[in-house]
């Protein structure tokens, strides 16, 4: 709970998962988040909730949080899609229609510290390996170009090509990406373009493990393990970016907010 400080609050809403294991990570990069922010004076109340499969939904999280002070959403989604774009739009536009001020952020992606996290994520790379960018993709073809971005921004940070794959949705298969690698003699190596453990990851985990030591490698999810330490530093930045933006475009930021963001 806050201490009634009238600092703005904030939602930190994931996509929701069924895995135990990528709930307790959400878990823990949330309040990783969630005390970056109240040890820099930047927010009090910050609330985790999902768009899908979890509870609290995106409505419950706004009707907790003070009605006194602006809600800044910040979603734990790595491409703009449905979730963002319906979803989350429509959970604000009620909200402004009854008189709350909530700001929705951009997704965390593209952003080049995640390639940065990605890169760090990669085994060793040999010559003929072939870097892929293992995403979920989406019906939007919005989040698919945000993907196609995240690669080029992996591109730049490896020097070396990347090609980008998605798993649904619209996009290059990653299916086809892993079976034609070694048949040009190269070794698929997946850059996991996903949050945490979950539907997606055991999707990408299975169609490698089909094609057997000729797949190639998966490279382990932006949040790996069940620990504080599983949570890059450069993630819980990428999350105060955010919080940070959205606050500048509220429309009556908290004073000590404002001096603190413009320090």
């Not at 940070?157 to 090609?163: A, H, K, M, N, T």
């Not at 105060?240 to 603190?260: L, N």
Request: with cysteine; net charge negative.
């Amino acid at each position: 709970m806050g201490t009634g400080t009238g600092l703005p609050s904030v939602g930190l809403i994931s996509h929701g998962t069924s895995s135990p294991t990528g709930q307790v990570l959400i878990e823990v990069l949330a309040a990783e988040v969630a005390t970056d922010l109240r040890i820099r004076g930047i927010a009090d109340e910050v609330m985790l909730g999902h768009v899908d499969v979890q509870k609290p939904d995106v409505d419950e999280v706004i009707a907790r949080l003070p009605a006194d002070r602006p809600v800044i959403l910040v979603p734990l989604l790595l491409s703009p899609g449905y979730h963002v774009h319906v979803d989350l739009a429509e959970a604000v536009g009620r909200a402004a229609e009854s008189g709350r001020d909530v700001r929705r952020t951009p997704t965390l992606g593209p952003d080049p510290r995640l390639a940065e996290i990605l890169a760090d994520r990669l085994p060793p790379l040999r010559d003929n390996d072939e870097v892929i960018l293992a995403a979920a993709g989406s019906s939007d073809e919005r989040a698919n170009e945000s993907c196609r971005e995240m690669g080029r921004l992996l591109a730049a940070e490896l020097e070396r090509p990347v090609e980008v794959g998605f798993l649904a949705g619209g996009g290059v298969p990653l299916k086809d990406l892993v079976e034609q690698g070694p048949s040009r003699g190269a070794r698929p190596v997946l850059a996991n373009y996903l949050l945490a453990p979950g539907f997606f990851d055991d999707l990408a985990r299975r169609l490698v493990a089909r094609g057997g030591a000729k797949a190639g490698v998966l490279a382990p999810p932006l949040l790996t393990g069940g620990t504080a330490s599983a949570v890059p530093p450069r993630l819980v930045d990428i999350v105060r970016d955010r919080v940070s933006g959205g606050i500048r475009e509220s429309v009556q930021p908290h004073a000590y907010v404002a001096d603190m963001l413009n320090a």
